[in-house]
């Protein structure tokens, strides 16, 4: 198959495209920086430089290749519009990459009760979070109105070795980061609340399945465990040498010193249920569990 993927300089869309391309599939990836065309073309894929607000180039690129992945931004409302224009029609295949920050709560550190979702329960979200969420709502009904094939990919926090350019994960490095400034593992708050988690290799297997074999519109979580915060910052603790030691990070203090970032996915109760993924594709996640994967810096 051809296939365009866009953020294929990022961690989960070099990741993707470089599974693709493995599988034998002709690639083509969205690079916003020359820097990225060397490493794009010797792991075989072929880059097109641009950006998501380019929406003529999105158009034409989607209407050359049979699968559309777009893994650049998860709240790009045009982007995915002009994706959905495109593709109209055609019965091509757009998939679009969420992130279960949607069923975030505001816990700040606290476990909260909190629910656990299954792909298609309703739940009240943060207003933040609403933009999000419309734009997967616009992608499946696209794949049932509009003549076209269409799945949402929602991964929650991504952990392990990126295959493409980019190999680090978002909230990993940057708990390192921190955590390497204060001699100790850190977490918001009390450090109850909890996410669930995938590793780059699960994830990437799932975006092989939902260009292979998903039905039109649904919707996928992507799980494969889930860990308190506070027992993220033990395993970054062991990863840096600091023997489990951890602290406690004021949200108001992180917030000011990283924006809203650590509030939301570090402070948030964010559990989720892969059941579309499981049930309806047949994924069996495999790899090693988060706490296990950040303690040996894999």
């Not at 894929?45 to 998860?74: C, M, Q, Y």
């Not at 579309?276 to 296990?292: F, K």
Request: charged letters at 20%.
């Amino acid at each position: 198959m051809k296939v365009f993927v866009t953020g294929t300089s990022r961690y989960i869309g070099g990741s993707v495209a470089v599974n693709l391309r493995a599988q034998g599939h002709e690639v083509r990836g969205l690079v916003r920086r020359r820097e990225s065309v060397v490493s794009h073309r010797s792991a075989g894929i072929e880059p097109v430089l641009g950006a998501l607000d380019d929406t003529e180039l999105l158009g034409r690129l989607a209407n050359w290749v049979d699968v559309t992945i777009n893994a650049a931004s998860s709240d790009h409302f045009w982007a995915a519009h002009a994706l959905i224009e495109s593709l109209s029609g055609t019965g091509k295949m757009l998939i679009h990459t969420s992130g279960s920050s949607i069923v975030g709560d505001d816990a700040a550190g606290m476990y909260a009760e909190s629910t656990v979702y299954a792909d298609d329960m309703p739940f009240q979200m943060l207003l933040n979070r609403s933009p999000r969420n419309e734009i997967d709502r616009l992608v499946r009904a696209a794949g049932i109105f509009r003549g076209m094939r269409t799945a949402v990919i929602c991964p929650t926090m991504v952990y392990g070795q990126g295959l493409g350019e980019k190999a680090d994960s978002d909230e990993i490095p940057k708990l390192r980061k921190k955590s390497t400034e204060v001699g100790a593992g850190v977490y918001i708050g009390e450090g109850r609340s909890i996410w669930s988690n995938v590793h780059i290799a699960d994830l990437v297997d799932l975006y092989l399945l939902a260009v292979e074999r998903a039905p039109s519109a649904l919707f996928y979580f992507a799980e494969s465990g889930e860990l308190a915060m506070r027992d993220v910052a033990v395993a970054v603790s062991h990863s840096l040498g600091f023997g489990g030691k951890t602290q406690s990070w004021n949200v108001d203090d992180a917030v000011a010193e990283l924006g809203l970032w650590p509030r939301i996915a570090l402070g948030t109760n964010s559990r989720v249920r892969a059941t579309n993924a499981r049930g309806v594709l047949g994924w069996t996640p495999s790899r090693p569990d988060l706490a296990a994967t950040v303690s040996a810096n894999l």
